[in-house]
């Protein structure tokens, strides 16, 4: 399957976390840090699988269950939504 | 903002279809009326969904390809798999609707602002955020310097033709080329980013969309050039995302 990135993604996050999302800075815990939107994202399975672009590794993951959206975000280390600081 | 959490929610807006331009013959704009349509940033795209008389719904991203301002407008790719693209380049007729949310995006988008010197890449139906950047730009007055790279399989399938013909830009046809071609005939490799893009002394701002593998080998080509990653913008776009 091949990778798209977290701008593919950015209104399930808008939905999500009620705001923009894409430059929310994601730390891996592998400690690569960047915007979400250059995240590895696979939208082929049943959920939304989102990988570090350096580590490969799983930040995050988001599946909707009757009409809830689960969201997984034990991978990241931190998420820095800018404005919030 | 600074400090405070404003939560929106995005919702499903009703989106009717009031143009249908064909670009290419798998390729068609929809000009779009959106009742409380926010307006947009050059960029960004829109979800939108269709739903089956049986519930079923089906999910896609497509980028906008008008300016601020202008009404938003969706150009999308037939891909003979595909769940929504089939409808809205084949069956849907002026008058028709469909939901749509967004705008959505703030990672790939440009304004006046940001300045340049701007070096564009598309590849295939990547070329649609581009134009509303082009667009936007010219609307703006700014004087940012501008190219653009835009890499099709064959002259029938560049989109929006006509309109980039007052632009600067470079066409490479990958695949085949008509008579007489004198420009680029071949896939993005570092030597033709080389001659094209601007000098990374510039300090340029790039902006990259098309499938991953375009997306990928340029993104990575400027960077072998000098381009300062941050200021590479990526967009990748596949058979899953339909954009």
Redesign the interface.
Known sequence: MEALDGNAIGGILYHVFGREMTMAQAECVCGARGPLAECEVYLGGPGVVVRCRVCHNIVMVLVEVREMTCVDLSGLSELELPGWR | ??????????IWRVATVTRVVDETPRVRTLELQVPGWPGHVAGQ???VRLTAEDGYRA?R?YSLGSAPGEPPMITVERLEEGEVSPYLTEDVRLGDAFEV??P?????VWRPNDGGPLFLAAGGSGVVPMRAILRHRRNSMSEVRVRLLYSSRTIEDVIYREELDGEEVVHTLTRAQPPGWTGYARRVDPDLLREVAWSAEDEPLAFVCGP?SFVESVAAGLVELGYAPKRIK????????E?
């Open positions: 903002m600074a400090g405070a959490a404003l939560l929106g929610r995005l795209h829109v979800d999910e991203a949310r967004g959505i995006g703030g990672y790939f991953t990526t967009e990748r776009f596949g058979a899953t995302g954009r």
